[in-house]
């Protein structure tokens, strides 16, 4: 037997099907949104032991041993303890801002007798690394195309962490970071109609030493934000339990003090 509906009724039924699903979807991650605010309130009773990198590393992989430019000697001169120091200072501030108990090496013994909820990241590994970006912009006309190509200085800035719960059974996880920073160009191509001859003209903004330690604190403190999200996160995981829908992010807003629902966002990437 086939069912017909009037275009009203059709129309009565697809609004309640789309009040049926919104509500579902509202519903679904309120529970987890709650949780996750419920964590954040409560930051103050969570400590957390960050200990500095096992091992930083300083890699030149621009392959130009003639590269005598401004900003690659004041990469050469830039001391591993003096990139740990700036990154940990960064990270730290921003996880008390938080208000994260945090503890750090010269206070292993105590953090150690803590009751739950207590967390370990341990920097396993800190890179800066100077490479070449390559940049390239192409015009298309009637019957040539023009390209215009430069090698930027580039920075990434990697950071390994080991992640584990204290007093828990759970593995270990290795939560991997990347930030980058390059020269910035901004420029078109010019085409003289009376000669068809053509031009790149550009205007570039070539790096310094202060981009340098920029790309440092940043990392710093954007990871600090990371490493709280990690935690809401895997709070709200060990709530729900099977629940929990790995394609879904609970993100902490901290100016506004809410917690965001977001859809295959990520922060850390977990390596296996």
């Known amino acids: 037997m086939k069912i017909f509906t009037t275009r009203k ?6 609004r309640l099907f789309i009040f049926v699903v919104v509500s579902v979807l509202i519903n679904s991650c309120y529970i ?3 949780l996750g605010k419920n964590f954040a309130d409560n930051a103050n009773n969570i400590s957390l032991l960050i200990l500095e990198p096992d091992l930083v590393i300083k890699s030149n992989i621009k392959n130009n041993d003639s590269d005598t430019s401004a900003i690659s000697e004041c990469f050469n001169n830039l ?8 990154f940990m200072d960064e990270l730290k501030k921003q996880l008390i801002n938080y208000r994260i108990n945090v503890f750090t090496s010269n206070r292993i013994d105590t953090f150690f007798t803590l009751p739950s909820p207590a967390y370990l990241f341990n920097i396993a590994q800190l890179e ?18 023009y ?44 085409v003289n109609l009376f000669s068809d001859e053509v031009n790149y003209v550009y205007n570039r903004k070539n790096l ?43 993100y902490y807003d901290h100016e506004k003090n809410k917690i965001l629902f977001l859809e295959n966002y990520t922060e850390f990437k977990k390596i296996k």
């Open 79 to 86: 001391q591993e303890k003096a990139l740990s120091d700036a």
């Open 32 to 34: 987890e949104k709650k």
């Open 147 to 190: 390209n215009q190509e430069f090698l930027l200085n580039a920075f990434n800035l990697n950071t390994w962490f080991e992640f584990s719960e204290l007093n828990s059974e759970k593995k270990a996880e290795v939560l991997f970071s990347n930030f980058y920073i390059k020269d910035e160009i901004a420029g078109n191509f010019k």
């Open 208 to 250: 310094t030493s202060e981009d340098i330690q920029f790309l440092i604190k940043y990392a710093g403190k954007t990871n600090a934000q990371y490493i709280f999200n990690h935690l809401v996160n895997q709070y709200i995981k060990d709530k729900i339990g099977e629940r929990f829908n790995d394609k879904y992010f609970y």
């Open 128 to 145: 800066i690394e100077a490479y070449y970006y390559p940049f390239k912009e192409q015009l298309v006309t009637d019957s040539l195309i």
């Open 9 to 14: 009724a059709q129309n009565s039924i697809t």
